[in-house]
């Protein structure tokens, strides 16, 4: 897939008790798409990516795909330091039915060069979703 024209990478609102506002994102992603975005980037690092459980990342990313329903492209971020777990966002992000998935490349652990190649080599083989790395 090429990807052209404005993504916005969303906030994902919260309550005070700090659960997901659901029906406020859906909200703000009919406001951007009404607003003529090209595509929405869910649980990026504006996203909450750092705070969120896994459920709730998960969550997240259903309720983009399921509101946005094909009016314009889906971006799930799915950025981990950990290998296993930016696959697994990601191969959940593919099945759930996301455009494209945004990885981050690991920065905490700071891998040499050939791990850094592993680490989006092991996701690249596993999923049929196109990466923004």
Not at 46 to 65: F, K
Not at 72 to 91: C, H
Not at 92 to 111: H, V
Request: proline content about 2%; charged content about 25%; hydrophobic content about 40%.
């Amino acid at each position: 897939m090429r990807f052209e024209g404005t993504a916005v990478a969303m906030v994902t609102p919260m309550h005070e008790d700090g659960s997901i506002d659901e029906e406020g994102y859906r909200q703000n992603i009919n406001w951007l798409i009404d607003n003529d975005v090209d595509g929405l980037v869910a649980v990026g690092t504006t996203g909450e990516s750092a705070t969120l459980t896994h459920d709730e990342h998960r969550r997240v990313l259903d309720i983009m795909i399921d509101e946005v329903d094909g009016r314009v492209t889906t971006i799930a971020g799915t950025g981990s330091n950990a290998t296993t777990e930016a696959l697994d966002l990601t191969k959940y992000a593919d099945d759930a039915g996301a455009d494209m998935a945004l990885l981050i490349t690991p920065y905490y652990n700071k891998p040499q060069q050939h791990g850094v190649i592993e680490h989006y080599t092991q996701i690249a083989n596993a999923v049929d979703i196109d990466l923004i790395t």
